[in-house]
């Protein structure tokens, strides 16, 4: 049943969507097989996966099956809050609890006859490298920076110099608000997600003396209440951000606060949403992100017109503004940089002073480094008689360990992978 | 499909040649240094300068094992953490999940194992087997037999051999601290 199942492809089902297909255009790529040979690609073999059944997501999955994909899988680690049924149209009220990317698929099969959606309810990280292997592209709708970092890294890393196959386009749509960009990647060849990071808003946070002192926001006297009052009234206790009661207790210590200083706008949902960081999602923002993304799988799975290079970025907060441009590759990518990143140090530093150079480096942001050249150790964090035995080696000049032009590799905690570091002595 | 292998430039195949620290020593790198373990459980490395073969002490403070200290040695292959690391129990221990060779019955040693989980986990997992010795997969079947059938007679048969005793024409290493 799965894709050829020609019996549900009823006479004009796909009479737009041939006239694309049927005959190559002026743009058109050479390696374009104008008629049943795309077709047949598109609708038999053409095996797609999506990340994220959310706000994107279902929109994503009803583009592509619409499109003509009929092997699609989907992978969703969430369940379905009946805050999402505003704008997540897949489902419905009855499904408030269910896993979304099930429901999802459950969803697109019955309204599109002969597509074939497979969902995994569960994170990316519970798949392998040869479970990404099976599909020709992935398309990325997820809320979540780590999650995207992770599948952007894993895709990169799986790119065998001696196997065009296991090259995967991404495509990634993200949206905050009325903002939003749709991008394609092609891992090692353009521009990665890990490139770009730096262009990511950061998420916003207050001087700790302006929510301690002179609240003007209601923002500032619910951070006051997450970050200064609950580790002063329960000490080492984590507070969790999924927890009613622990979001409750935060509420009215900030509604408290806001009532000593005048200040208005303290409601439950501005509290979770500004603990979870939870940017507003907006529904016509999300169908336009996702739309521009299923375009760019079809064109790339198709070859039946030119696809995005590389980063479509879209501002509705001031009229409509949009800008398609072509992001650089970084060649210090961490992820998919052929080179390590370059670092002049002076000779006679120490271990010590390397490490605190990192510590303090702005734009990597690294705690508790442990450092290794391809052939020993330089100094490890833990366990404790690996950390006593390259102890010694803080007092060291970096230079006697490490010669110019040499390699570090450096793993941290809060790095969700190496870092290289390429040592110049200046 | 587009052919994307083509824009792919030569210079890129010869710049990931270059030699580079393997996937395998960044991945034990990092989970090395994040280990998070009570004082019950302690690394120890032959060669500290080589991070895929060490082994694991554990010292149970509760449960029918207490007082035994059960060193393990661990290996970690050059495909980590596509596989698991091999992990065998050194001394000859009378478990139920452990054989006579030092074979381990542990989900996540084997089926269960996913990229996703680290060497904290195994750890963890061990350390787990010592405090619920689990009766229904057992590598030592007259150990499963014993702990399912009598309970008493199965924890004075652990606390004997933990002493370096016999049981059943079968010598064990001592394992206990005094
Ligand atoms: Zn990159």
Known sequence: MNGNSTSSDWDGRYFHVDQILDKPGPRTDPSFLAGDGVKDFLRNQCKILVIGAGGLGCEILANLALSGFKDIHVIDMDTIDISNLNRQFLFRQKDVGKPKATVAAEFIMNRVPGVQVTPYYGKIQDKDEDYYMQFNLVVCGLDSVEARRWINATLVNMVDPENPESLKPLIDGGTEGFKGQARVILPTVSSCYECSLDMLNKPTAFPICTIANTPRLPEHCIEWASVLEWPRVFGDKKLDTDDPEHIGWLFNHALKRAKEFKIEGVTWSLTQGVVKNIIPAIASTNAIIAASCCNEAFKIATSSAAYLNNYFMLIGTDGVYSYTFEHEQRKDCPVCGGESLDISIKKDWTVERLIEMLVEKQDIQIKKPSLSTPTKQIYLQAPPQLEQATRPNLEKKVSELVEDGGDITVTAASLPFNLSLRIKYI | MLKIWSMKKNEDAAAKKKPKTSAAQIRVQKDLTELDLPSTMQTTFADPADLLNFELKITPDEGMYKGGAFSFSFNIGPNYPHEPPKVK??????????????????????????????????????????????????????????????????????????????????????????
């Open chain 2, 89 to 178: 129990c050194i001394p000859k221990i009378y478990h139920p999940n452990v054989d006579l060779e030092g074979n381990v019955c542990l989900n996540i040693l084997r089926e269960d194992w996913k990229p996703v989980l680290n060497l904290n986990s195994v750890m963890v997992g061990l350390q787990y087997l010592f405090l619920e010795p689990n009766a229904d997969d057992p590598l030592n079947k007259e150990a499963a037999e014993e702990l399912r059938r009598n309970r008493d007679q199965f924890l004075y048969n652990v606390k004997n051999s933990m002493r370096g005793g016999n049981i059943k024409n079968e010598h064990y290493d001592r394992v206990t601290n005094q």
